[in-house]
């Protein structure tokens, strides 16, 4: 079996506030395969984008400071590489889509002038050999007349123009590993279906770790997933085998929320929510994290936060309940 393209080992993340040091992300661990769609998934503020910041070290220190673990790639750990040595990976052998491109790209350049900014840093293009891949790469991605779009700056395009713009300045350099921070957010169904079949041609060049709370952009493009709550890995597994079966209360309830089709409901009725809120990072709950808002929850629960255990093959859930029970 070929080595991960990307391993995190025990990653702590903090932030330094009036209330003191508060822990965002516990001593996750996981790994990226060679050609693998991972999902990280889970509601606002369980610490997904501050663990895909931590990879590049893209969290301003201070506030933010990693008080431990490894990010292994290359067979070098990525958290003691200096600044200029991580400047040149960035953007050419791990690269990020950010969350909201609206903000993530500088409004008073062109479009053509931020993609080959990376080109220009990280080949030896010159400027109109620049300009001309950051045409092909605006056509790979689908954008209309990708030559006259290089004109553009960002506020002429539509929410799903800037997205793909996004997505062709961080293929720019084919990297080897590619982390997208919900690219599908506030765009249309349609937009979000070329999206995602653009992501799932990637996989054969590029290993993809997707940020995402919806379950439905996980079924469609995952092999595996990764169920995050508090800062916390709570479950693990095979895409298909993890949304047919959960094993942890919290990735159940996360599936119950999500529409069907066809099912009918009483006029008036609600759709399936799991009581309460993600806890902030400074009233973090004793015991199990998700304890507070857990339907099945026992005394235990309340006292001990259960370690993360291997249920079967390729099967990780951190609860104390047994598998089957829910």
Known sequence: MSSPELEIQNLTVSFSTTKGKLIAVNGISFHLNPGETLALVGESGCGKTVSALS???????????????????????????????????????????????????????????????????????????????????????????????????????????????????????????????????????????????????????????????????????????????????VESGPAKALLKNPFHPYTKGLIASIPKLGTKKRPGARLEEIPGNVPSLDQRPSGCPFHPRCSWAMEICKTQNPQLRMIEAQRQVSCHLEPGSL
Do not use: W
């Not at 045409?135 to 539509?158: G, I």
């Open 55 to 233: 990879i590049l070290r893209l969290l301003p220190e201070p506030p933010a400071e990693i008080l431990s673990g490894k990010i292994i790639f290359d067979g070098q750990d990525l958290l003691s590489l200096r600044a200029k040595v991580l400047q040149d990976l960035r953007g050419h052998s791990i690269s990020m889509i950010f969350q909201d491109p609206t903000t993530s790209l500088n409004p008073v350049l062109t479009v053509g002038e931020q993609i080959a900014e990376t080109l220009l840093r990280h080949t030896a293009m010159n400027r109109r050999e620049a300009l001309q891949k950051s045409a092909d790469l605006l056509s790979r991605v689908e954008l209309p007349s990708p030559k006259e779009k290089l004109q553009y700056y960002p506020h002429q395009l539509s929410g799903g123009m800037r997205q793909r713009v996004m997505i062709a300045m961080a293929l720019a350099c084919s990297p080897r590993v590619l982390i997208a921070d919900e690219p599908t957010t506030a765009l249309d169904v349609l937009i979000q279906a070329q999206i995602l079949e653009l992501l799932r041609s990637l996989k054969k060049e590029t290993s993809i770790l997707i940020i995402t709370h919806d379950l439905g952009v996980v079924a469609e493009i995952a092999q595996r997933v990764l169920v995050m709550y508090a800062g916390e890995i």
